[in-house]
């Protein structure tokens, strides 16, 4: 920390209440720690020897060969169409129930709708994928559909909460006023909420479909137990590769992913950070 | 004059009535998705814990308390004598003792980190919360894998180890219980920064000066002072990371190979080879049980505190 | 305002309650209450927090429903209408101004929604921004502009649909002392010009003297008195109008019976007046008589017609001191006397004076 200079030295530095001794190194070191895997990581997607570990000189081989992989394409395409589909239809029912549940004081029930919106951040992850394995086996046995309905209805219903509290969080920030004036320079219901509080609470609602779309990008666990044969997601498919002699290949689709993610999280910070 | 005592008119009751029912119509859709793909089954769940396992995969509906018997029990297949699941009982005490080993590891990090992020200036925060955000929503399964290219037998933690000669073999880290440990610290831990960083942020400063006005050394103004006022913050971080640590299934089996299960593995492997779904699902509901148990003792403390 | 015989009513409630339901039991913010306000007055709701004044406001503009009574809009009974088909506005508080929509945008907006054609929607939206003098602002966003500039966004966005009656929720109270007074001035010019009915809510009672032509005082749910503000100020119908309204001093008297038009008290031992005996009032029981300050004189002591004081202290606030005195009574009054030019005169704290005051300052009060 730079200390402001005075004309007369003195010894000793000024005290700061801030100060504690170590924290500043740990924090480092924190860092360094969360960035250091990353970063080799990334780096070695670019090898261009086969290993993970001996660099032998930058190389976009890996980049090509997972492009050109069949399997790393559907996945890709599969990964996509489902955060698409399920962020999409998340972010629509957590937009609704933001509605219902942040224009009003406390009604009978809203705690009840609270702890189910809730509920896919309460529950072990590994809990709920065994018990829509049981529930979709059984569907699938009395109906023989074993399409990607199921992975976007499962996708959609944990994505829910994510995209509801950013939602919530805008609505909430948003007073009440706006609707009573609308209210009072003539806006039936309809229209209030298409002038004044759709817009306003728009910014809320791109940051909750991003973080939904990157919360079903990212999921492995009920993925891996709710996919029918064949419906490998790019994290089921890299999870299955991981098994088997790693190659530079699953470092590159992990990189492509992680940029990916820190894409939408930079503009969900820069649509949430100007506000108030 | 008289005054009926508590006159709504019929106007207003029909009024609110009309509000709530449509406050609850919003909710409606996604009340019916979350029971449907999120709730709804895992009363199935609970059902087909009191079945009996069918010979290939699946359940035969008949009623048996046999699942849950085995998720601690044993019972010999030739003389019947019922013995402790010694199996199970390792993996529920690593279950136990890597989940909190990953909250003190993950606070003992974490708490200098939020501290640090705190006391920086009101702008800068923000770019270094950015640096904890994004390994916090960056895939699971990338940061698992990360790590595991750091600790394996050829990755840059023992090739750097032994370059320095601190070494001569390369370090079998990776599956191990210290590697799932590592994994679990590492994939963890913004979980437990950001709550820590919310309740530091609040933190009044002018109370530390009231701590070092009355001769505090800074020992005692971070263990009579801070440590009290983000106690909130503490035990929200610590459930954070205990709840997902005790449910982990990714890092476990990335990171400690077949051998190293913990609980999330274990009731995998009953719907995959064990082929025992009534015991895979007792197992899941012992350990939702667990997690809510940690929920409401969360729950309790925080409205404890206001 | 132009003489007519019998102005119309353009607002009126008629045995308004509102009972809010809470878990402590039921809370009456409003207790049968029943105004008539006139086409083109400036009435002003007047109270303390919690009087109801604002819940009959929100009433009328259709954001409380009430619990009982009738509220009528030039005669036609209102009560069940929901806000969007009241042709009454609203400025807000905290103005409520859309965040999203430009100045012009946010003064169109009534307009649109009741679908007036584009071309009248500009004429009025450049009329208005004319009126509030805004024109230079009306592309910004109201985010950009200050609060004073906000404030005539809200007053034109609420004028734009030409209400029949223009509601104000304390619209003045979120601005500094200086622009409170430059508003308060335009208000009134706005209120001439459009020829709108106001009804003003204030818990300031300086500002509904100064604006109002007439004032409704509300204590919980009750409305204590309606008048002109003189009417108000000069004769409180109560102790509450008379403390709330301006500084007052309250003498406790004694009856000396019944004359011609009026009643003969004495205050002390050395007062003796006529007054009015207003109604309730009970002649035989304790007196209580109310004198503003700035009717006490300060006199020798022992000058006819005077009360014996003790000078207990002197408050300076530039245009007039403030002399807090002690009567024989044990009562304390204050008095209040204009600074003049030049230097000041000495009083010395402790100094035994006489207080008078003319028999047309004191009136009798009903508690």
Redesign the interface.
Same mark, same amino acid.
């Given at each position: 920390m730079a200390e402001p200079s005075s004309t007369r030295r003195r010894s000793g530095r000024p005290f700061s209440v801030r100060h504690l001794p170590g924290f500043t190194l740990v924090a480092a070191a924190c860092f360094v720690m969360l960035y250091a895997p990353i970063v080799t990581l990334v780096t070695y997607s670019f090898n261009g020897g086969e290993s993970i570990a001996l660099w032998e000189g930058f190389s976009l081989r890996w980049y090509v060969s997972a492009w050109a992989n069949e399997a790393v394409q559907e996945a890709t395409v599969r990964s996509l169409v489902v955060a698409v589909l399920a962020s999409g239809i998340a972010t629509a029912l957590a937009t609704m129930a933001a509605l219902g549940t942040t224009r009003t004081g406390p009604f009978p029930g809203r705690m009840v709708i609270y702890a189910l919106i809730n509920q896919p951040l309460m529950v072990p992850e590994i809990v709920t994928a065994v018990a829509l394995l049981i529930f979709f086996a059984m569907i699938k046995i009395a109906t023989g559909y074993t399409g990607l309905a199921y992975l976007v209805l499962a996708h959609a219903a944990f994505c829910v909460p994510f995209a509801y509290l950013p939602i919530r969080a805008r609505l909430e920030g948003m007073d009440l006023s706006y609707e009573t004036a609308a209210a009072d320079l003539y806006a039936t219901p309809w229209r209030t909420f298409r002038y004044v509080t759709l817009p306003l609470m728009t910014p809320g609602i791109v940051a909750g479909a991003m973080l939904a779309f990157v919360i079903s990008l990212d999921d492995v666990v009920i993925t891996e137990f709710v996919k029918s044969a064949g419906q490998d997601t790019l994290p089921t498919y890299m999870l299955g590769q991981l098994r088997r002699m790693v190659t530079p290949e699953v470092n590159a689709i992990s990189t492509a992913l992680l940029a990916l993610t820190v894409l939408l999280l930079t503009v969900f910070f820069a649509l949430t950070r100007k506000r108030g | @004059?008289v005054?009926p005592?508590?006159? %709504?008119?019929s !106007? &207003?009751i029909t $009024?609110r009535r009309t509000?709530?029912r /449509? +406050?609850?119509?919003?909710?409606l859709?996604?009340?019916v %998705?979350?029971?449907?793909? =999120?709730?709804?089954? #895992?009363l199935?769940?609970l059902a087909?814990s009191f079945l009996e396992p069918a010979e290939y995969s699946?359940v035969v509906w008949s009623l048996s308390g046999e699942g849950w018997f085995k998720v601690i029990l044993n019972r010999d297949i030739f003389d019947d004598t019922i013995s402790l699941a010694d199996a199970h009982m390792t993996i529920f005490w690593r279950s136990a003792k890597l989940s909190v080993l990953t909250t003190l590891l993950t606070l $003992?990090? !974490?708490f200098?980190?939020a501290?640090?992020?705190a006391?920086r200036p009101k702008t800068h925060r923000?770019y270094w919360l950015?640096?904890?955000?994004?390994?916090f929503?960056?895939? %699971?399964?990338?940061?698992t +894998? =990360?790590? @595991? &290219?750091?600790i394996?037998n &050829? !990755?840059?933690l023992n090739?750097s180890l032994m370059s320095l000669g601190l070494i001569g073999a390369p370090l079998q880290i990776l599956y191990t219980d210290t590697a799932v440990l590592i994994g679990m610290v590492?994939v963890y #831990?913004?979980l437990m920064?950001l709550p820590l960083y919310a309740a530091m942020e609040r933190l009044d400063?002018r109370l530390?000066?009231a701590g070092?006005d009355l001769y505090a050394t800074?020992f005692q103004v971070?263990r009579r002072v801070i440590v009290p006022l983000v106690k909130p913050g503490i035990i929200a971080g610590s459930i954070l990371v205990f709840?997902?640590s005790?449910?982990a +299934?990714?890092t476990p /089996?990335?990171l400690g190979g077949g051998k190293n299960m913990m609980?999330?593995n274990l009731? &995998?492997l009953q719907?995959g080879e064990g082929r025992n779904?009534p015991l895979?699902?007792a197992l899941?509901?012992g %350990? #939702?049980v667990t997690? @809510?148990a940690a #929920?409401v003792f969360y729950v309790r403390n925080e409205q404890a505190e206001r | 305002m132009e003489a007519q015989s019998q102005p119309a009513v353009a607002m009126e409630a008629r045995g308004v309650s509102k009972i809010f339901r809470g878990p402590e039991g039921d809370f009456h913010a409003l207790d049968s209450v029943s105004v008539s306000i006139a086409e083109g007055e400036f009435f002003t709701l007047l109270g303390p927090s919690g009087c109801g004044k604002t819940t009959l406001l929100r009433m009328i503009a259709g954001f409380e429903h009430p619990s009982a009574g009738q509220l009528l809009l030039h005669g036609e009974d209102i009560s069940d209408l929901p806000p969007y088909r009241r042709q009454v506005n609203t400025v807000f508080q905290s103005y409520a101004l859309f965040p999203h929509l430009s100045v012009a945008e946010n003064i169109a907006f009534g307009l649109r929604m009741l679908g007036r054609p584009n071309a009248e929607v500009d004429q009025t939206v450049d009329r208005m921004l004319k009126l509030v003098k805004m024109e230079p602002m009306r592309n910004r966003l109201t985010s950009q502009i200050s609060g004073g500039q906000q404030q005539r966004v809200a007053l034109a966005r609420a004028l734009a649909p030409a209400p029949k009656v223009l509601l104000l929720d304390e619209p003045l109270s979120a601005l500094d002392l200086k622009l409170r007074k430059e508003m308060q001035i335009e208000l009134k010019r706005l209120q001439h010009e459009t020829g709108i009915t106001f009804i003003f809510v204030t818990h300031d009672q300086e500002e509904a003297l100064t604006m109002s032509d007439r004032i409704a005082v509300m204590r919980d749910g009750h409305v204590l008195q309606i008048g002109a503000p003189r009417e108000i100020y000069d004769q409180p119908a109560n102790r509450f109008v008379a403390s709330f309204i301006g500084e007052t001093n309250f003498l406790s008297a004694t009856s000396e019976g019944i004359v011609d038009g009026g009643i003969r008290i004495r205050i002390g031992d050395t007062v003796s007046v006529e007054t009015d005996l207003p109604d309730g009032v009970d002649p035989k029981g304790d007196l209580t008589v109310v004198v503003r300050p700035e009717h006490i004189v300060l006199r020798e002591r022992g000058a006819p017609d005077t009360l014996s004081a003790t000078l207990t202290n002197a408050v300076y606030f530039g245009t007039d001191t403030h002399y807090h005195l002690e009567l024989a009574s044990g009562q304390h009054p204050i008095a209040r006397r204009q600074n003049a030019a030049g230097a000041p005169e000495r009083v010395e704290i402790g100094a035994a004076i006489g207080v008078a005051f003319a028999p047309s300052a004191a009136r009798l009060l009903r508690d």
């Open positions: - | @004059m005054r005592t508590s006159a %709504l008119s !106007g &207003e $009024a509000i709530v /449509r +406050y609850w119509l919003l909710c859709p996604a009340l %998705l979350l029971v449907f793909a =999120a709730s709804g089954p #895992l199935i769940v087909y699946g $003992a990090i !974490g200098p980190t501290y640090f992020i006391t923000q950015f640096l904890i955000t994004i390994p929503w960056t895939n %699971l399964l990338i940061r +894998y =990360a790590i @595991m &290219e750091v394996r &050829e !990755g840059i090739s590492y #831990l913004p920064v400063f530390v000066e070092y800074r971070l709840i997902p005790l449910g +299934y990714v /089996r990335v609980i999330g009731i &995998e719907f779904w895979g699902a899941s509901i %350990l #939702l997690v @809510m #929920l | -």
